[in-house]
């Protein structure tokens, strides 16, 4: 935060290592977490004949819709001592778990749900009941038949998924923003830095920063068509 | 780049009324894009008073304002990317300032609409007592405002200077990034005090304050400044004008603002 | 329905959506049972039911292994009913090799502690070994469905469900599977329910025959016993055949025939199959075989034997009429059909018990071409 007296003197890099170092973790684990809860709930989404199952599909993709200022707005309320998140906090002796990384990771992974159950979804409908039943016929149970069928069958979902979420959670901003407090190492991430940078008018270190996250958006999603296209040669 | 903070932060409005109806109150004011219009980007701290301010000017005058609300960084970013804005009620001085001095606002216009008064808050009665609770620390979370971005933040921070406290405080500092967004923190009970514009609680009743004297940091000038390229100069000037009458001062001041100049 | 512990059996009662199904029947332990029907009768529900894949209301027993009991409130989950599934389409899995799809339920059974067939005299079996590094997609229709089938039998199946596993297929791939699914009919000593709405397919496969119309059981039993039960519709059908059992008795190699040995007589068929003591499947046409009342002198049809008339079956009104013959002087032999018009019916004065000759113009041997 000291940097505002560099702002036309050299650049300075040694202020982005942090955000950069933390945005990292926090898409990592977000991701992570992500997953493992993303992958159950699209599994029941994509195959479930509930009466609940539009509300709850409703529900997951509300993210996608109403503005980060609004989540932010709600999982401060959610996170803070009057709401479940305080709850939590209070068991380790905190206040609240706003402003906080785990805070971070929690609203992270409300707000890039929908990114990463969608397409899951799509890639378990798509598989349809067919090698499922084969499974079944050939000794598998329900639990050997998902993992050995229908994930691998669904593996370029959770591909889209994983970089989805992860792309979504570093450019991620309006909800960190409200929930994080901008605590440098702790909760200034990348995007607020950002932010930051520009709402101070330090447009070229904005830049370069900017640049950095497409270069780096670029390579991520390079690097997935690559794999993937491995992966189909590897196959056939 | 960053293309969320582009958008108008319609909800930057704060949250002096429970959030649904700051909601509603949004969509009410949003929806005001009617024709033959004085556009103005609004500091969203100044957005109540604004609000009460517009009716008596629009109904005296015939003119019609159509309010943008948000911050004034990203107001700046707007105009110099050719923002069709005809006023611009920053939220600080510097700002006007700079835009008069780069072209972007008509010299000679800039004028102190409101000055901020500083306040340290607590929804919550006897938290806040004056100087001596920041020398305390009885405390895990004290908001402020982004220094870098906001005005009461630099405010803040030089208040915390003033008392020698600052360094010691450090560790307990969330950043809001907006003046809007630090009330929130409090609000929502995530912090238990912070440092707050005095207009945001000046109609809250309870919890504990502390108005902070205005010896202790530089004042919070907010000025307004009419753009070079607006369409509407003369309804500007007028509207300009209008701030300036005892009618509109006394909102103002009841929003608990200082008066300008 | 008798539940002994020697035969499968199956009743079955629900809806799906518009469409009603109720049957029973009985099949053996072994051979190759086969479900007919039009396209829509339930044929595959029936099958789909028997797998757990469909649930619906009745029991299944297959030998000493109750699958299903909904009095009882027993069900077998699909996974532990111990069968092999051939899916119309061959359905292999995409992300594995073909190595790994015909292992995909050994290793399975395996691991449960089943026995499973060898892999290697399976896949000779199959004549797939060409096949095991290939990726599935690089395969024929008909090398699919081979591996289907590999890959239900190598999972120690105590039944092989087969869900009309050759209609997908062009005519050249049905050709090269349809004498496999003779070898192993021979090999197997599973029993094979096999859903199909192709009678040549029956013809040839089929021991016993399960006619389904409309969601019920319009007859079972033995084939030949279908193709002559004038109660079933495929006797008054102008395509009505009937499948004989014969033994190879000697080949003439000067003329190049084959005489066989059916009860009641014997037959010849063109060309040399096989050696003396083989077994193999006649196919007589009821259109192919005329009647009459004497021995018929200086005529080129080789085939004319000796039988019984049982039966005459014909509409008042219809052009022909349907004769059930029973081969031999003294009828005791084989049923075959014969379509004659009525108007022969009248003139030779054919009656039942009437001792005739049956001249059989063609006679076809539908015999695994491997084996052959």
Redesign the interface.
């Known amino acids: 935060m000291g940097a505002a007296t560099s702002r036309d003197a050299m650049l300075d890099l040694a202020p982005f290592w942090s955000p950069i170092r933390l945005t990292l973790a926090l898409a990592t684990i977000t991701t992570a977490v992500l997953l493992l809860i993303g992958t159950p709930l699209a599994w029941w989404l994509a195959r479930s004949k509930s009466r609940w199952k539009e509300a709850i599909s409703a529900l997951v993709a509300l993210p996608l819709i109403l503005p980060p200022t609004v989540i932010g707005f709600y999982l401060l309320l959610a996170l803070g001592p009057h709401g479940p998140g305080g709850w939590i906090a209070g068991m380790r002796g905190a206040r609240t778990l706003a402003f906080t990384f785990e805070g971070l990771v929690l609203g992270s992974v409300v707000y890039s749900l929908p990114f990463v159950v969608q397409p899951i979804r799509a890639a378990f409908a798509g598989i349809g009941e067919r090698p499922l039943e084969v499974a079944a016929t050939l000794r598998a149970s329900p639990w050997d038949a998902f993992w050995s069928v229908a994930v691998p069958l669904a593996r370029p979902g959770f591909l889209t998924a994983a970089v989805l979420g992860f792309a979504h959670t570093v450019g991620e901003f309006g909800v960190v923003l409200m929930i994080g407090g901008n605590i440098p190492g702790e909760t200034k991430v990348l995007s607020v830095a950002l932010f930051e940078l520009v709402e101070t008018q330090r447009w070229s270190e904005a830049h370069l920063l900017a640049a950095g996250m497409v270069v780096f958006a670029f390579a991520v999603i390079l690097a997935v068509f690559h794999l993937e296209k491995r992966g189909a040669e590897a196959r056939r | 780049?960053?293309p969320?903070?582009r958008r108008p932060?319609?909800?930057?409005l704060g949250?002096q009324t429970p959030?649904c109806m700051a909601l509603l109150g949004l969509l009410a004011f949003g929806s005001a894009a009617r024709a033959a219009d004085i556009k103005v980007a609004v500091a969203a701290n100044f957005a109540d008073p604004f609000k009460e301010i517009a009716a008596k000017f629009e109904a005296s005058s015939g003119h019609r304002l159509v309010a943008s609300l948000g911050?004034t960084?990203?107001f700046?970013?707007q105009i110099v990317e050719g923002a069709p804005f005809d006023i611009l009620l920053a939220a600080d001085r510097a700002t006007s300032a700079k835009a008069v001095r780069e072209g972007y606002a008509v010299a000679g216009t800039a004028y102190t609409y409101a000055v901020g008064k500083l306040v340290l808050y607590s929804p919550t009665a006897g938290v806040v007592d004056g100087a001596a609770t920041l020398k305390a620390v009885a405390f895990?979370?004290l908001?402020i405002a982004?220094p870098?971005?906001a005005p009461y933040g630099v405010a803040a921070v030089e208040t915390m200077q003033a008392l020698d406290v600052l360094d010691a405080l450090r560790p307990k500092?969330?950043?809001?990034?907006s003046i809007a967004?630090t009330f929130?923190?409090i609000a929502?009970?995530?912090?238990?005090l912070g440092f707050v514009a005095l207009s945001q609680i000046a109609t809250l009743a309870g919890g504990s304050r502390w108005i902070v004297p205005e010896t202790m940091h530089a004042p919070i000038s907010q000025d307004a400044v009419v753009m070079t390229g607006a369409k509407e100069i003369a309804a500007a000037q007028a509207f300009l004008t209008f701030l300036k009458t005892p009618q509109a001062r006394s909102i103002i001041e009841k929003y608990g603002y200082g008066g300008g100049d | 329905m008798s539940s002994t512990g020697d035969q499968i059996a199956v009743t079955l009662r629900g809806r799906q959506g518009a469409f009603s199904l109720d049957v029973e029947f009985a099949a053996p332990m072994r051979g190759v049972t086969a479900i007919f029907g039009p396209s829509g009768c339930g044929k595959t529900t029936i099958l789909r039911c028997i797998a757990g894949l469909t649930p619906m209301t009745g029991r299944i027993q297959i030998g000493t292994d109750l699958w299903q009991d909904t009095e009882q409130g027993i069900f077998i989950a699909p996974h532990r009913r111990h069968l092999g599934y051939v899916f119309q389409e061959p359905s292999l899995f995409p992300h594995l090799s073909v190595r790994d799809n015909l292992l995909y339920g050994a290793r399975r059974a395996s691991a449960a502690g089943r026995a499973i067939a060898d892999f290697d005299s399976m896949v000779d079996l199959l004549a797939i070994r060409p096949l095991l590094t290939r990726s599935t997609r690089a395969l024929s229709g008909g090398e699919r469905q081979r591996i289907a089938v590999g890959r239900a039998l190598l999972s120690g199946p105590s039944m092989l469900l087969m869900d009309e596993p050759l209609s997908a297929l062009d005519r050249a791939s049905k050709d090269d599977i349809l004498p496999l699914f003779e070898v192993l009919h021979e090999r197997l000593a599973i029993p094979i329910l096999y859903v199909s709405h192709d009678m040549s397919e029956i013809e040839r496969l089929a021991d016993t025959l399960i006619l389904i119309r409309d969601g019920r059981v319009e007859a079972s039993g033995p084939l030949t016993a279908m193709q002559t039960d004038p109660t079933a519709s495929l006797l008054s059908a102008p395509q009505a055949t009937v499948v004989l059992e014969g033994r190879v008795a000697q080949i003439d190699t000067d003329f190049s025939l084959t005489e066989l040995h059916v009860d009641g007589g014997v037959l010849i068929v063109p060309g040399q199959h096989g050696a003396a003591g083989d077994r193999r499947r006649l196919r007589i046409a009821a259109s192919d075989v005329s009647v009459a009342t004497a021995a018929p002198v200086a005529t080129s049809i080789v085939n004319c034997l000796r039988a019984r008339i049982i039966a005459i079956h014909g509409a008042p009104r219809a052009p022909h009429a349907s004769i059930l013959l029973a081969l031999g002087e003294d009828g005791n032999g084989a049923t075959i059909a014969a379509r004659i018009t009525r108007k022969s019916v009248a003139t030779l004065g054919l009656t039942p018990g009437l001792a005739v000759y049956a001249q059989i113009k063609g006679v076809a041997l539908i015999a695994s071409r491997t084996a052959g």
């Open positions: 780049m960053v969320r903070a932060l319609m909800l930057g949250v959030l911050a960084g990203q700046y970013a895990t979370r908001a982004n870098n971005v500092l969330v950043q809001g990034n967004q929130q923190f929502t009970g995530n912090a238990e």
